[in-house]
T-cell receptor, first 116, second 114 residues
Framework: AQSVAQPEDQVNVAEGNPLTVKCTYSVSGNPYLFWYVQYPNRGLQFLLKYITGDNLVKGSYGFEAEFNKSQTSFHLKKPSALVSDSALYFCAVRDSNSGGYQKVTFGTGTKLQVIP | EAGVAQSPRYKIIEKRQSVAFWCNPISGHATLYWYQQILGQGPKLLIQFQNNGVVDDSQLPKDRFSAERLKGVDSTLKIQPAKLEDSAVYLC????????????FGPGTRLTVT
């Protein structure tokens, strides 16, 4: 069975500093990995995804994520945090090698707080 | 392009009452999802449609929840009768396809069961 873990419930970072939100996964085949952001009282918004190819994926709002197969990780990063980045971030995984349908599994979310 | 539309945005009902949620996906998106998101948790898939056929409803409490997607476009999710533990945000999402495609989410319906 596939799973995804976000080990930190909350990450605090000062504005202007680099940020990292961690995600690790477990699948039987190759992973399709996604990051979504949720602002208060709003639905989730897609940030970026890794399907295949370059391990460094760039997405919306200056975010990027690095796929590391040996560590089964897909950490979200941004070089310089903005106060407006404060939100709830979800990592999600789908197994590409299921031989059929396989649903997306979401992590429990990490609250990012950017301090002015 | 227009996003995923959901209504109502908020609903308060008493336990044992029934409620229905509506979702209109992005035009051309074949795959539609309903999720339940309880406070402090990630979204949990309730049901997934491919066009108007059900792909996965393994986590749908079928004794009280039902969903349909008529003509492969709009969808409704119904709860009858509601329980206190159904209090959650119900999210609808759509995508072009199933496997490698990202999902686009609506604003959600916040349900409170008293």
């Amino acid at each position: 069975a596939q799973s995804v873990a976000q080990p930190e419930d909350q990450v605090n970072v000062a504005e202007g500093n680099p940020l990292t939100v961690k995600c690790t996964y477990s699948v039987s085949g190759n992973p399709y990995l996604f990051w979504y952001v949720q602002y208060p009282n709003r639905g989730l918004q897609f940030l970026l995804k890794y399907i295949t190819g370059d391990n460094l994926v760039k997405g919306s709002y200056g975010f990027e994520a690095e796929f590391n197969k040996s560590q089964t990780s897909f950490h979200l990063k941004k070089p310089s945090a903005l106060v407006s980045d404060s939100a709830l971030y979800f990592c999600a995984v789908r197994d590409s090698n299921s031989g059929g349908y396989q649903k997306v599994t979401f992590g429990t979310g990490t609250k990012l707080q950017v301090i002015p | 392009e227009a996003g995923v539309a959901q209504s109502p945005r908020y609903k308060i009902i008493e336990k044992r009452q029934s409620v229905a949620f509506w979702c209109n996906p992005i035009s051309g998106h074949a795959t539609l999802y309903w999720y339940q998101q309880i406070l402090g948790q990630g979204p949990k898939l309730l049901i997934q449609f491919q066009n108007n056929g059900v792909v996965d409803d393994s986590q749908l409490p079928k004794d009280r929840f039902s969903a349909e997607r008529l003509k492969g476009v709009d969808s409704t999710l119904k709860i009858q009768p509601a329980k206190l533990e159904d209090s959650a945000v119900y999210l609808c999402a759509s995508s072009l396809g199933q496997i490698s495609y990202e999902q686009y989410f609506g604003p959600g319906t916040r349900l409170t069961v008293t």
